[in-house]
């Protein structure tokens, strides 16, 4: 793997900066890295001593000196120094050669601000960019599931993240209608936690939450839905304590979050002008991001809004596959691409 990382070096990148994940693409090579967006730093100096998988293992199993951070909450920068220091690992372990200075596009939600994008695009000028440019995340999945923006007809996407749910109407290479909520799979995870606090008087961990989410989580009813065993603190005893949850216990948690995500979808078609809608009526609206993952949401979003849902083929990956589309058809789709003028 070293040498072809080698090759690397010089060539242009895009990075889904993700809450949950971030995922590497290098132009010619596609994906070549896919980590949590997790850093583990020394509070006493306050140097990284892990970033990615192994970060992501000791959190919540960290002595007193060791903090596991994760720098992105609901889809935006919470930690510029962290997140920088993240992103310069990231770009090195993909380059090897500290003086690569790559051109980067970092895919950003929908509803940020300017003040927050500018932050993304510093990051990325500090971890060693040559040229840092930013793509909306739903335009970036747009273009990863396939989907033909530059035609004069609506396509619908909605990409469910770890912090946040973009969803956005692209008709003629540009975002007509869009929503973006800061609701994604962490907010899942909470409202996981929070039922089982308040049902059955146990804590657990955010990722027993997430693991407990992908194995019995759903948004629909369906045949032979699974139960799973969970372990956690007693809040009672403050004992270790084992407790059985079904799948229809796991759906009522996440009701809440699950209906703002329904409610965004419902919003943004009502605010599609008709022509469009007509359209999207015909195509579907396509589900994308690790959210789309969670059984039954295409189901329960084909239920409530009446239209046909098409799940992406890769959901987890639509976002840096479009970004990646991006660099190797520079010239072509250098319109959806936004930068700040910076020498």
């Given at each position: 793997?070293?040498?072809?990382?080698?090759?690397?070096?010089?060539?242009?990148?895009?990075?889904?900066?993700?809450?949950?994940?971030?995922?590497?693409?290098?132009?010619?090579?596609?994906?070549?890295?896919?980590?949590?967006?997790?850093?583990?730093?020394?509070?006493?100096?306050?140097?990284?001593?892990?970033?990615?998988?192994?970060?992501?293992?000791?959190?919540?199993?960290?002595?007193?000196?060791?903090?596991?951070?994760?720098?992105?909450?609901?889809?935006?920068?919470?930690?510029?120094?962290?997140?920088?220091?993240?992103?310069?690992?990231?770009i090195q372990k993909v380059h090897r050669r500290k003086w690569?200075?790559?051109?980067?596009?970092?895919?950003?939600?929908?509803?940020?601000?300017?003040?927050?994008?500018?932050?993304?695009?510093?990051?990325?000028?500090?971890?060693?960019?040559?040229?840092?440019?930013?793509?909306?995340?739903?335009?970036?999945?747009a273009i990863g599931s396939g989907l033909p923006i530059g035609?004069?007809?609506?396509?619908?996407?909605?990409?469910?993240?770890?912090?946040?749910?973009?969803?956005?109407?692209?008709?003629?290479?540009?975002?007509?209608?869009?929503?973006?909520?800061?609701?994604?799979?962490?907010?899942?995870?909470?409202?996981?936690?929070?039922?089982?606090k308040k049902e059955h008087n146990v804590l657990i961990g955010?990722?027993?939450?997430?693991?407990?989410?992908?194995?019995?989580?759903?948004?629909?009813?369906?045949?032979?839905?699974?139960?799973?065993?969970?372990?956690?603190?007693?809040?009672?005893?403050?004992?270790?304590?084992?407790?059985?949850?079904?799948?229809?216990?796991?759906?009522?948690?996440?009701?809440?979050?699950?209906?703002?995500?329904?409610?965004?979808?419902?919003?943004?078609?009502?605010?599609?002008?008709?022509?469009?809608?007509?359209?999207?009526?015909?195509?579907?609206?396509?589900?994308?991001?690790?959210?789309?993952?969670?059984?039954?949401?295409?189901?329960?979003?084909?239920?409530?809004?009446?239209?046909?849902?098409?799940?992406?083929?890769?959901?987890?990956?639509?976002?840096?596959?479009?970004?990646?589309?991006?660099?190797?058809?520079?010239?072509?789709?250098?319109?959806?691409?936004?930068?700040?003028?910076?020498?």
């Open positions: 793997m070293a040498e072809t990382l080698f090759s690397f070096a010089g060539q242009d990148m895009a990075i889904d900066l993700g809450t949950a994940n971030t995922l590497v693409y290098v132009r010619s090579h596609g994906i070549v890295l896919n980590e949590p967006s997790v850093v583990a730093i020394n509070s006493q100096n306050g140097k990284p001593l892990a970033v990615g998988m192994e970060a992501k293992r000791m959190i919540g199993r960290t002595p007193a000196n060791i903090t596991a951070i994760r720098p992105l909450r609901d889809g935006v920068i919470a930690d510029f120094d962290i997140t920088e220091k993240m992103l310069r690992y990231f690569a200075r790559p051109r980067i596009v970092v895919c950003v939600p929908s509803g940020i601000t300017p003040v927050e994008r500018r932050a993304v695009e510093e990051a990325a000028y500090h971890a060693g960019a040559r040229r840092a440019y930013t793509i909306e995340e739903p335009m970036a999945a035609e004069p007809s609506g396509s619908m996407v909605v990409d469910i993240g770890g912090g946040t749910t973009e969803v956005a109407v692209i008709s003629l290479g540009g975002i007509v209608v869009s929503r973006s909520i800061r609701v994604g799979g962490d907010e899942l995870d909470t409202a996981i936690i929070d039922w089982i955010e990722r027993t939450a997430e693991q407990l989410k992908m194995a019995v989580g759903s948004a629909w009813p369906y045949a032979d839905e699974p139960s799973a065993e969970v372990r956690g603190r007693d809040l009672v005893t403050g004992l270790p304590k084992t407790i059985l949850l079904s799948s229809p216990e796991i759906r009522e948690a996440i009701e809440e979050p699950a209906q703002a995500i329904v409610d965004a979808v419902k919003y943004t078609l009502d605010k599609t002008p008709p022509e469009l809608a007509a359209d999207i009526v015909e195509r579907g609206i396509v589900l994308t991001g690790g959210g789309a993952l969670l059984v039954g949401l295409d189901h329960r979003l084909a239920h409530e809004t009446g239209m046909p849902i098409v799940t992406a083929a890769n959901p987890l990956q639509s976002v840096v596959l479009g970004s990646g589309k991006c660099l190797e058809e520079f010239e072509a789709l250098h319109s959806v691409l936004a930068s700040s003028a910076r020498p």
